[in-house]
């Protein structure tokens, strides 16, 4: 069974960085991409940031410029560098791990609370 232990959460003012870590175990096959979404109160969980074993990122509009996502494939760690915090970017952060087999199940984190204060 994979697990995914999410860390860095945190309050922070805005214009303030944060820096999320999630750590992937117990997964018997590699890990095809990593990601972050996002639920906001009332709202739908967002993508906010992927990337692919072999690098390969993409980004949600609203954090492009502002957040870096990356990957220690050795260590199944993926990490997102949020600069520039705005107060919309409060929400409970999820980290999110596919794997090459099976595919297309979704794996997840307990969720990590970001919350940037105006």
């Known amino acids: 069974q994979v697990q995914l232990v999410e860390s860095g959460g945190g309050l922070v003012q805005a214009g303030g960085s944060l820096r999320l870590s999630c750590a992937a175990s117990g997964n018997r096959y590699s890990i095809n991409d990593m990601g972050w979404y996002r639920q906001a109160p009332g709202k739908q969980r967002e993508l906010v940031a992927i990337?692919?074993?072999?690098?390969?990122?993409n980004y949600a509009d609203s954090v492009k410029g502002r957040f870096t996502i990356s990957i220690n494939s050795g260590k199944n760690t993926v990490y997102l560098q949020m600069n520039g915090l705005k107060p919309e970017d409060t929400a409970v952060y999820y980290c999110?791990?596919?794997?090459?087999?099976?595919?297309?199940?979704?794996?997840w984190g307990q969720g990590t609370q970001v919350t940037v204060s105006s």
């Open positions: 999110n791990v596919h794997l090459t087999y099976p595919r297309g199940v979704d794996y």
């Open positions: 990337i692919t074993r072999g690098g390969m990122t």
